[in-house]
């Protein structure tokens, strides 16, 4: 008993050598680790004081001798999202990925600086979740959820946004502008006149006073308010004067009846752009009142050959062409008027698609096809992606098709609107 005893004593001073010496060589590494890395504390640190160009310079020098390190190429792509250079810090998040909060943060604002809302969306929602209260990521969720066609989920994170303090008037903004584009114009002007309240300038917006204004007061007139509308559009133009605006103003006088004062906006407008359609058609059905069918031939004609006129001009051509006495061009105008007609209809029936199923397949190849009308093939692209193995219908095939040769894309005419 006293020899085993002995024996273990005899060996404990061996065991403690053992872990000393453990101990001081990770200490060792840990201290060499440390030393190594003080170049990415320092880059660290100027991303924090904004210094994107000192963070680049600095993490090269290091990147130059630890070439695969990924700690530095994740910090070389936030110095990049810094400068603004979103493509190039892209593609160095992708050899590593975005492993801390911070590089996800960098990684979805390179990817909404280039609107890749499929790629931000995801990460931006996962952010929110660990932090719900985030005000930048309630704004940026929101507006990657309406660019994605999540309109509801978007106006949810706008209002949430707007109840957070300092973020009232833009939250409200934003509320507005998601509630107009879902067709709730109502919800939109209760919403832009909360933002008076808390901001009567209009300034430090997402958009221009002007523009803010404009688009309040382009509502208001659609709701059938012109007088409510008048005073929003007089505030645009004492801002700064548009075409649009002012032809608008014009359009609120000849709501009310005073038709010399809408007649003199709309030439205004005509002043500052001779193809205002608004400015032209008031003009036309001011000359046809008073029997001048040639008068109102004249304002429409310069929009006869637009290939965005309206049904509304194409039936005030249709119109007047009949008053004239052309009953070749009225029997033209009124094939034409047919087919805008549907051609509007369709886009009406794509909007509310959208608007009520954007989860469904039509709803994710619409938004495919708005992208792409917008230019932004990548991400109509990616959209349509899931739908291209087995298409359910031969519109998915060719749009596919369009998107992936960059061309032009099918009529909506080939939708089977039966469906929806």
């Known amino acids: 008993m006293r020899g085993s005893q002995h024996r273990r004593a005899r060996g404990w001073p061996w065991l403690w050598l053992i872990v000393i010496a453990t101990t001081v060589i990770g200490s060792v590494l840990w201290g060499m680790v440390w030393w190594e890395e003080r170049p990415l504390r320092a880059t660290a640190n100027l991303l924090e004081q904004n210094d994107g160009t000192g963070a680049l310079r600095s993490v090269d020098r290091f990147l130059r001798d630890h070439p695969d390190h990924s700690q530095g190429i994740a910090l070389k792509a936030r110095a990049l999202v810094q400068l603004g250079r979103s493509s190039e810090a892209i593609r160095w998040f992708e050899k590593v990925g975005a492993a801390s909060t911070d590089d996800m943060r960098a990684y979805t604002k390179a990817c909404l600086m280039l609107e890749q809302w499929v790629q931000a969306s ?158 032209r058609q008031g003009l036309a059905e001011l000359a046809m009142k008073k029997s001048d069918f040639q008068g109102a031939m004249d304002w429409l004609q310069p929009l006869a050959g637009s290939p965005e006129l309206s049904s509304a001009t194409a039936f005030l051509l249709q119109r007047v062409s009949s008053l004239l006495g052309d009953t070749a061009s009225a029997s033209a105008w009124q094939v034409r008027v047919e087919q805008i007609r549907k051609l509007e209809e369709l886009h009406g029936t794509v909007d509310q698609v959208l608007n009520d199923s954007p989860d469904s397949m039509w709803g994710q190849v619409l938004r495919a096809y708005r992208l792409a009308e917008q230019g932004n093939w990548d991400q109509a692209e990616l959209l349509l992606k899931p739908f291209l193995e087995d298409p359910a219908h031969p519109f998915i095939s060719a749009l596919g098709a369009a998107v992936q040769a960059r061309s032009a894309l099918p009529q909506l005419s080939g939708l089977p609107i039966e469906s929806f």
């Open 122 to 279: 995801p990460v931006l929602e996962y952010l929110l979740r660990l932090d719900p209260d985030d005000a930048d990521l309630l704004h940026e969720v929101a507006a990657c959820r309406s660019k994605l066609g999540e309109l509801e989920g978007a106006v949810d994170a706008a209002g949430r946004f707007a109840s957070i303090a300092g973020n009232e008037a833009r939250g409200y903004l934003l509320v507005g502008i998601l509630e107009r584009d879902r067709g709730n114009l109502r919800k939109a002007c209760d919403a832009w006149a909360r933002v008076f309240q808390v901001n009567p300038d209009a300034i430090d917006l997402q958009i221009s006073a002007d523009g803010f204004h404009l688009e309040y007061g382009k509502a208001l007139l659609k709701l059938g308010e012109p007088a409510a509308a008048m005073d929003r559009l007089k505030q645009s133009i004492a801002i700064k004067p548009s075409s649009t605006a002012i032809s608008l103003l014009g359009k609120a006088f000849s709501q009310l009846g005073k038709e010399e004062d809408a007649e003199q906006e709309w030439r205004k407008a005509l002043e500052l752009d001779p193809s205002n359609e608004t400015a």
